[in-house]
Every structure is written in structure tokens, then in C-alpha cells.
């Protein structure tokens, strides 16, 4: 079946230094792929999507690739703030199964002052 | 506006209460779902309403008991809840339930406390 396998948290930072979480996926067709945040006590944000091979989604500083040749989406910014400290979460809806959301287990992020 | 609105933010029941969640969209959206949220998880599917009808049961208990009065509002009633039905209850709508591409909007959600 469909799966998403994500870097295991906490990922701790300090402000300014560079972020990637990685995310790869196994699904059979084309999967739609998707980044979303959640930040404490509060429900998920779409963070980004994309939903073809060699798409980018950005949004906030944030940019993921779909990479199908190594199936993988991996989340990346530049330069992190203490406000960015939130739970991720890499999905994936395959073509085959409506749009039901595959997710990872998620990787908590901790930026530090 | 991609916002979901759910009622209340928190709940706390005891196991012979009888209680309802709330959610609403008003992006004209055509599924919307209900998922639980244990601490330190992914959320889990447990409902899919598609067009008012309910298309997707993920083998929840009976105890749970979806409600679709219209195409804006989705209602979770609850009844003879367990302990370890606490959590973090999340509402999400979509376009449509069968379009991989469409993006599934969620709610801020209900922290449920039973006990």
C-alpha cells in the first residue's frame, strides 16, 4: 500500500540556520504531495503541494520538489525563525484512491533564540 | 477564505454523556471529513462525506456517529465515549472526495477529554 516515511524529530535549530526534513513516498501512478504544519494546540495548515513530477511548491520561505526518480519531497528553507517551531507533516492522496491523505508520522521542529 | 470552523475548542464528558462536535465550511466545498488526532501522531481518517452522503466509514466504533444536515456543516455525535477516546478531534473539507490534487482544508479542532 500507499506510504510516507519522514526523518524521525525532534529536529532542534538555531534562528537563521538552513532546514531540510526529509520525506519519500511509495505509491503506485502519480501522487499528489503535500507539506502541511501544525503549530501547538492548533489544527494542520496546508504548508505547500505539488502534484506532478518535477513541480516545486513554495510558500512562506518553504519550497519542496517532487522528485519521482527517488520519490521524495523533502522540505527545505533557507533560513528558520523561532515562529517556524511546529510539527510537520509530509502526505500523499494517490490518483487511485480519491484524495485521501497518506501521512507521515511527522517531525517536530525546534528553533532556538 | 480556505477557513473551517469547529465547536467547541475544548470538551470535557464523562463516559454516559452524550455530546456533539460542530464543523463548517462555507468555501462551497463538497466532502468533508472527520479525523481523530492522538498526541505525537498523524491524523487518523475516520469519516468521508461526499456530496451530503457518507461515503467512507474507517471502521469506527458506533459510539462515534457522523451527521451531514448540509452541504456546509458536518456534526460528530458522541455517546458512551472511553478514556482512550481523548484527543484531538479535526475537521477538513475539499472540493470534491475523489480528486487526488484537491487539498483538503482542516479546522483548528476539538480537544476532547473524556472521563
Known amino acids: 500500500g500507499d506510504s510516507v516515511t519522514q526523518m524521525e524529530g525532534p529536529v532542534t535549530l538555531s534562528e537563521e540556520a538552513f532546514l531540510t526534513i526529509n520525506c519519500t513516498y511509495t505509491?503506485?501512478?502519480?501522487?499528489?504531495l503535500f507539506w502541511y504544519v501544525q503549530y501547538p494546540g492548533e489544527g494542520l495548515q496546508l504548508l505547500l503541494k505539488?502534484?506532478?513530477?518535477?513541480d516545486k511548491g513554495s510558500n512562506k520561505g518553504f519550497e519542496a520538489t517532487y522528485r519521482k526518480e527517488t520519490t521524495s519531497f523533502h522540505l527545505e528553507k533557507g533560513s528558520v525563525q523561532v515562529s517556524d517551531s511546529a510539527v510537520y507533516f509530509c502526505?500523499?492522496?494517490?490518483?487511485?484512491?480519491?484524495?485521501?491523505?497518506?501521512f507521515g508520522g511527522g517531525t517536530r521542529l525546534m528553533v532556538k533564540p | 477564505d480556505t477557513e473551517v470552523t469547529q465547536t467547541p475548542k475544548h470538551l470535557v464528558m464523562g463516559m454516559t454523556n452524550k455530546k456533539s462536535l460542530k464543523c463548517e465550511q462555507h468555501?462551497?466545498?463538497?466532502?468533508m471529513y472527520w479525523y481523530k488526532q492522538k498526541a505525537k501522531k498523524p491524523p487518523e481518517l475516520m469519516f468521508v462525506?461526499?456530496?451530503?452522503?457518507?461515503?467512507i466509514n474507517e471502521s469506527v466504533p458506533s459510539r462515534f456517529s457522523p451527521e451531514c444536515p448540509n452541504s456546509s456543516l458536518l456534526n460528530l455525535h458522541l455517546h458512551a465515549l472511553q478514556p482512550e477516546d481523548s484527543a484531538l478531534y479535526l475537521c477538513?473539507?475539499?472540493?470534491?472526495?475523489?480528486?487526488?490534487?484537491?487539498?483538503?482544508?482542516f479546522g483548528p479542532g476539538t480537544r476532547l477529554t473524556v472521563l
Open positions: 477538513a473539507s475539499s472540493q470534491q472526495s475523489m480528486i487526488s490534487t484537491d487539498t483538503q482544508y
Open positions: 505509491a503506485t501512478g502519480y501522487p499528489s
Open positions: 505539488a502534484t506532478k513530477a518535477d
Open positions: 502526505a500523499l492522496s494517490a490518483n487511485n484512491a480519491g484524495n485521501m491523505l497518506t
Open positions: 468555501m462551497g466545498h463538497r466532502a
Open positions: 462525506y461526499s456530496y451530503e452522503k457518507l461515503s
